[in-house]
């Protein structure tokens, strides 16, 4: 038995839209909705709080406007998520209401989840939301999106969701009833049950698809969110609709992502899995190895170049030798304060510039190793 997730108060719950709608073009499934919303209630009744963050408004919008499939184009992926969402939660509102149970409706982008100002705001509400015994459902805001609807971002938002409500327990739902080591459709596929190491993972067992073609996301999403929700100590279950109820009792079904022994502070998880880089610092093989191995902070001698434009406080990527991605910070300095700082020791700097340039261009506790 899974005593993580028995065990669980709080607990996020993730649907997919293959889950809730079928094939291509079907309608919002009714019993799927209320497969889902009797397990939560189920939940609920035993003291428990939870929010689901469910995919489904574009699915749920494509029948309406006639169309085949999903679109390719952002205006019509953004028609049908304004003519789905409200088809989508009006089911939830009726399904709850047969428990006695408020839900709401809560759309987020990844910018509430990236700029930490918005992040806090949204903890507040949810946390709001959860205290008065309500049932938030949880969607991407697909139809006002300024940028590309990306595939897999519901996934994203629920481990993140999950983080920022500090939750128990994150189950996520999908068509397909596991992860396994290979496609699912393969005679030769085995089930994969328990996940101690992320990084163990081969290709191969990532690779697989849902079947519906009606979802956006695949199960690469999937073990990323996994990644982000067990970094912060919260376990993980990946398991289909129809096993949620003896995935929730702890039984074996489904893969179980056992949560990390030492989780990274709120902050650092924030700042390596949802905040967006603004530029880049290339560092020398002095530094990187620093950086890596002894913990530093990044000084301005072990810095060779800098790209793009950023503000003092805004988070940049760093990147060794071979630009590859070794860390996340947040700059101490503009953009175009750096170039004249890069290869020179911080005393030769306060002495040409002023006392305030004698600190790190990235001091360690704002930093994330990647």
């Known amino acids: 038995m899974r005593k993580a997730i028995v065990d669980a108060h709080r607990i996020v719950i993730k649907i997919g839209s293959s889950s809730l709608t079928g094939k291509a073009g079907e309608r919002l499934d009714p019993q799927s909705v209320d497969h889902l919303v009797d397990a939560v209630a189920s939940l609920k009744k035993l003291g428990k709080e939870v929010l689901i963050v469910s995919s489904g408004a574009i699915a749920a919008g494509l029948a309406p406007l006639g169309l085949a499939k999903r679109p390719s184009d952002l205006a019509t992926q953004q028609a049908a998520a304004a003519v789905g969402q409200g088809l989508l939660i009006h089911r939830y509102t009726e399904s709850f209401a047969r428990h006695g149970i408020t839900a709401s409706q809560v759309l987020l982008t990844i910018d509430d989840v990236v700029r930490r100002s918005h992040y806090q705001n949204a903890q507040r509400t949810l946390l709001k939301l959860i205290s008065l015994?309500?049932?938030?459902?949880?969607?991407?805001?697909?139809s006002v999106g300024t940028q590309e609807i990306r595939f897999g971002d519901n996934d994203r938002i629920a481990a993140l969701v999950s983080h920022l409500v500090n939750a128990d327990a994150l189950v996520l739902i999908t068509d397909v009833d596991a992860l396994y080591d290979r496609n699912p459709r393969l005679p030769d596929a085995q089930k994969i049950s328990d996940v101690s190491d992320l990084h163990a993972i081969s290709d191969s067992a990532i690779s697989g698809v849902g079947a519906s073609g009606i979802g956006s996301g695949g199960m690469l999403t999937k073990v990323e969110a996994a990644r982000i929700a067990t970094g912060a100590g919260i376990g993980t279950v990946l398991t289909s609709l129809v096993h949620l109820t003896h995935a929730l009792a702890g039984e074996d079904v489904g893969t179980y992502f056992q949560p990390a022994d030492s989780k990274k502070s709120s902050r650092l998880l924030w700042l390596q899995h949802a905040a967006t880089p603004h530029g880049r610092l290339l560092v020398d093989a002095g530094a990187m190895v620093a950086l890596r191995e002894r913990g530093v902070s990044l000084l301005p001698a072990g810095v060779t170049a800098v790209e793009?434009?950023?503000?003092?406080?805004?988070?940049?990527?760093?990147?060794?030798?071979?630009?590859?991605?070794?860390?996340r910070g947040l700059v101490a300095f503009d953009s175009e304060e750096v170039p004249r700082m890069l290869g020179r020791s911080t005393k030769e700097l306060a002495k040409d510039y002023g006392p305030e340039f004698e600190r790190e261009l990235v001091h360690r506790d704002d930093m994330v190793l990647m």
Do not use: C
Request: glycine share 14%.
């Open 133 to 142: 015994g309500v049932v938030p459902v949880i969607n991407e805001n697909d």
């Open 308 to 327: 793009g434009e950023f503000s003092s406080g805004d988070t940049v990527e760093i990147l060794g030798p071979s630009r590859e991605v070794i860390a």
